[in-house]
């Protein structure tokens, strides 16, 4: 695979000598067992895969080189190129601004930019309608667009799909940035509609098999179908893409509900079921699958809590502590910061976006395991931040360099 050019000050040594050791043994990445390591009082679980993808490291070489490159020229972020707090203040601090914030509201006025200025589209791609705003103005998005190309394939999917007359139906956050892309560019080749869960996918199977009244579809589904959208005429032939973040099992439990949906409203069977549901595999990224499936497989470790780190904002994140927290106690922290002391953690609740402060988090007996994970968009040197911290609060434990000698 490419490698990028990413600050060192991300990179983690410890992290980096673990990751090439179970790389190298497991070539084909078939193994999802974690790496154990033991500081004595304090086991860590290191999950097998995790922090920055491919679409990560590309956008972040692209935009400190289009730092480097142009110290005379203003340049712009359409909004947070990741969804990391680190890199988008690092971007900030080398003179980077921000367009917009992550749900679309403007931060910089578009009407002040000029063909001279760059802009920055970010790894979750943007809609052809700002891309339009922006090329209006003069501004070649193509020079600095750090789409990731894993998105990109989602939108080719989409594309596909409605060449052969199907309605698209994305599965993803609605006010997300990748989903407001993708929207846009499948809503150019047919008519779309957003569901953000299962709850929403079942409503809109309601419309489908005439159980609810079209009318109501309108309200039910504002700012979440493409313009001229007709319930009765739309929902007749239906392929599902999704967001490239979302959990694996949600995607697969939604695709294969309205397939049903489809099956029993039109009598048919698997010989005859692409005449109404599109052949389509789930469109999450290989980092997704990988850090979903290294969780299910670090959930089998023994341990008293779970470590999730990355971004609050961060979709793929949540997705991980989501399966974290069905098995036990688990703390969603940006950074080592959120470690207070031994006793008190803030950490994030993402189902009520709330930071919550949790006192004896850390179990009194010896030695206490910890299951530790981040994000796809979470530098490995703010996962290693989280193992010194979490190891300052236990004398006599192996330093992370002496660990770090044994890989
Ligand atoms: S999480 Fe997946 S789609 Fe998103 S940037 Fe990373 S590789 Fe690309």
């Given amino acids: 695979m490419k490698t990028f050019d990413v600050p060192v000050n991300y990179r983690s040594p410890?992290?980096?000598?673990?990751?090439?050791?179970?790389?190298?043994?497991?070539?084909?990445?078939?193994?999802?067992?974690?790496?154990?390591?033991?500081?004595?009082?304090?086991?860590?679980?290191?999950?097998?895969?995790?922090?920055?993808?491919?679409?990560?490291?590309?956008?972040?070489?692209?935009?400190?080189?289009?730092?480097?490159?142009?110290p005379e020229r203003r340049i712009f972020l359409l909004s947070e190129m990741i969804h990391n707090p680190q890199v988008n203040a690092d971007l900030q601090a080398a003179g980077v601004r921000f367009l917009q914030d992550t749900k679309g509201n403007p931060i910089f006025p578009f009407e002040s930019l000029g063909a001279d200025d760059i802009v920055l589209i970010p790894a979750f791609g943007t809609t052809l309608e700002i891309e339009k705003r922006l090329n209006d103005i003069g501004i070649r998005t193509e020079h600095y667009?750090?789409?990731?190309?894993?998105?990109?394939?989602?939108?080719?999917?989409?594309?596909?799909?409605?060449?052969?007359?199907?309605?698209?139906?994305?599965?993803?956050?609605?006010?997300?940035?990748?989903?407001?892309?993708?929207?846009?560019?499948?809503?150019?080749?047919?008519?779309?509609?957003?569901?953000?869960?299962?709850?929403?996918?079942?409503?809109?199977a309601r419309y489908i098999s005439g159980e609810k009244e079209a009318p109501y579809f309108y309200e039910e589904f504002k700012g979440q179908y493409s313009e001229g959208f007709n319930v009765e005429r739309d929902l007749q032939r239906i392929g599902v893409v999704n967001q490239t973040t979302m959990l694996a099992t949600d995607t697969q439990a939604i695709a294969d509900y309205l397939k049903d949906v489809m099956?029993?409203?039109?009598?048919?069977?698997?010989?005859?079921?692409?005449?109404?549901?599109?052949?389509?595999?789930?469109?999450?990224?290989?980092?997704?699958?990988?850090?979903q499936s290294a969780v299910q497989g670090l959930l089998d470790a023994p341990a008293d809590l779970a470590i999730v780190v990355g971004g609050y904002n961060s979709s793929n994140t949540s997705h991980l502590v989501e399966l974290c927290e069905e098995k036990l106690p688990t703390f969603f922290i940006s950074d080592e910061a959120k470690l207070l002391s031994k006793n008190t953690v803030f950490h994030y609740n993402f189902h009520t976006g709330i930071e919550l402060v949790t006192e004896n988090y850390l179990p009194g007996h010896a030695p206490?395991?910890?299951?530790?994970?981040?994000?796809?968009?979470?530098?490995?040197?703010v996962v290693e931040g989280v193992i010194r911290r979490l190891l300052s609060f236990y004398s006599g434990s192996k330093t992370v360099e002496e660990v770090a000698a044994g890989f």
Avoid at 41 to 67: K, M, Q, S, W
Avoid at 371 to 379: K, M, N, R, Y
Wanted: net charge positive; proline share 4%.
């Fill in 145 to 204: 667009n750090t789409t990731c190309p894993f998105v990109e394939k989602v939108w080719n999917r989409s594309e596909g799909i409605a060449q052969k007359g199907y309605s698209i139906i994305i599965h993803g956050k609605p006010r997300h940035e990748e989903t407001r892309a993708t929207f846009s560019h499948a809503a150019k080749d047919a008519p779309s509609v957003v569901v953000k869960d299962m709850a929403q996918t079942i409503e809109l």
């Fill in 263 to 291: 099956i029993r409203k039109f009598s048919l069977d698997e010989s005859n079921v692409r005449e109404h549901f599109a052949d389509t595999r789930d469109t999450l990224c290989y980092a997704t699958n990988d850090n």
């Fill in 368 to 381: 206490v395991s910890v299951l530790i994970t981040s994000g796809a968009s979470c530098p490995d040197a």
């Fill in 14 to 70: 410890l992290i980096s000598a673990v990751k090439k050791k179970r790389k190298e043994a497991d070539r084909m990445k078939k193994d999802f067992t974690p790496t154990l390591l033991d500081f004595g009082p304090l086991r860590i679980y290191l999950a097998r895969h995790f922090g920055f993808c491919y679409g990560v490291e590309n956008a972040i070489d692209i935009a400190f080189r289009t730092v480097a490159e142009n």
